[in-house]
């Protein structure tokens, strides 16, 4: 019995030492650099005098892009073109700004920013995680995502949809977690083949979430987490037997 307990820790501490490698595009302030040392996960940086390459995103689980909603910051160091061919996984798209109200200790905007990183990174290819972008500043993406947004700034999330349910980024919260952060959301109004309204705000008419890419699956910690518990107690059971 104490070995098969030494197994199950070891194997617990291996699904859970498992961190996707981030890599996080700042285009202006600190917030994104606050929420990340915050939370405690390490990244690779780039900005406008350090662009995105295709080797980066082949090298890297997801890319963080920050924009502070009410500066929008220096985007040239984002390709469309290099996006459009590298970003191959779960795409997550919010104007609520996640970044800020980490750093500035929101539990809610912590569990959603890590469950939306969590969301990116399952699946296969390279995710995209995108915060507090508005309007036309959504033009860094690439055409064929067909973004569109409007400068459209609100304080509530009325409801999660079916799709966003179901990719875990919303996993223990309400909308009313999400509400009433000051300019928590903008209004995206267009999208293209591959994404799916994730929540709504106001009296659902107004999207503001996104997501694409492949079918969501566990990621490797959570995985090996199923795994690990399942194995730990069919061998408690047969030896309680």
């Not at 040239?76 to 500035?104: C, E, K, M, R």
């Not at 109004?189 to 591959?194: A, E, P, Q, R």
């Amino acid at each position: 019995m104490k070995k098969l307990m030494t197994i199950c820790i070891l194997l617990f501490f291996v699904a859970n030492s498992y961190a996707s490698t981030v890599l996080v595009y700042q285009s202006t302030g600190w917030d994104i650099a606050g929420a990340m040392a915050t939370l405690g996960i390490s990244y690779d940086l780039r900005s406008a005098a350090d662009p995105v390459t295709a080797a980066d995103l082949a090298s890297h689980d997801l890319l963080i892009v920050e924009s502070d909603w009410a500066n929008v910051g220096d985007m040239t160091g984002l390709s469309a073109a290099v996006l459009d061919a590298g970003i191959t996984g779960n795409v997550f798209i919010t104007g609520q700004d996640v970044d800020y109200h980490v750093y500035y200790g929101d539990a809610s905007a912590a569990t959603l920013f890590t469950q939306a990183m969590a969301f990116v990174s399952s699946g296969s290819g390279t995710g995209l995680f995108a915060m507090s972008d508005i309007g036309a500043f959504y033009s860094w993406m690439p055409a064929s995502w067909g973004i569109s947004a409007a400068d459209v700034l609100g304080e509530d999330i009325s409801s999660f949809t079916a799709a966003g349910l179901a990719s875990g980024v919303y996993a223990g919260l309400t909308p009313a977690d999400l509400s009433s952060w000051g300019t928590s959301y903008h209004n995206i109004v267009g999208w293209g083949d591959g994404f799916a309204a994730f929540q709504l705000a106001n009296n659902d008419t107004e999207v503001v979430a996104v997501g694409r890419g492949a079918g969501v699956v566990p990621a490797p910690s959570a995985l090996l987490s199923l795994l690990t518990g399942l194995t730990c107690l069919g061998g408690w059971l047969r030896r309680k037997g």
